[in-house]
């Protein structure tokens, strides 16, 4: 992984946004999902100095916490994972590390032809879980 | 995942947010996830399962 994250193009931040808490699920009684959340943006940051974090506490536009803001050049770009990224799902988030790196984005000339023609704004939000 | 990703991060017409279904059980239970990845546009549950590039432009530029 350090490897990837010496070859980003660009510098990332990751914005982490702490606050109330929805239940937890069951079994998750003991874990402080905030705290983990930090540690592992915090954890990720090490690993290359093209990547940073920070954390603010209830930021505005923040519906959930924890969440993360993957930032790049420290612009909002509209890309959030809401949640801790367990398992699997981290690779989510350092996916979305490596193309907020890029300096060009990764889709396909055609992809890239039919989003320019995109007249309004869309919102995706796509469930997950970890395993 | 991804591909939402980076269709954000090619336009500024479009967010991204991948949501932990287990921790945000609620919401998760009102949008009917039961399986994973389930992909909501604009609020509105769409398919559930990952697509190949152009099907997945293709199905989000459709409800544009």
Do not use: H
């Not at chain 1, 994250?5 to 699920?25: H, S, Y």
Request: overall charge negative; proline content about 8%.
């Amino acid at each position: 992984m350090r490897e990837w994250f010496a070859a980003l193009e660009r510098p990332v931040e990751l914005l982490v946004a702490v606050g109330p808490e929805q239940t937890p699920p069951a079994g998750a009684r003991d874990v402080d999902f905030g705290a983990e959340m930090v540690k592992v943006c915090e954890g990720l940051a090490e690993l290359g100095d093209g990547v940073t974090w920070r954390v603010e506490d209830e930021p505005d536009g923040f519906p959930r916490f924890p969440a993360v803001s993957i930032r790049p050049d420290g612009r909002d770009a509209g890309v959030r994972y809401d949640g801790l990224p367990w398992g699997y799902e981290l690779g989510s988030l350092v996916g979305a590390i490596l193309e907020a790196g890029r300096a060009e984005p990764s889709l396909r000339s055609e992809s890239l032809a039919e989003l320019e023609m995109l007249d309004r704004d869309l919102v995706l939000d796509v469930f997950v879980t970890p395993t | 995942m991804l591909l939402a990703y980076r269709c954000a991060f090619a336009s500024k017409r479009v967010a991204a947010t991948a949501i932990e279904a287990n921790e945000f059980p609620q919401l998760a239970q009102e949008l009917g996830v039961w399986a994973v990845p389930r992909i909501v546009i604009d609020g509105e549950p769409r398919w559930d399962g990952a697509v190949p590039e152009p099907e997945f432009l293709r199905r989000i530029l459709a409800t544009a």
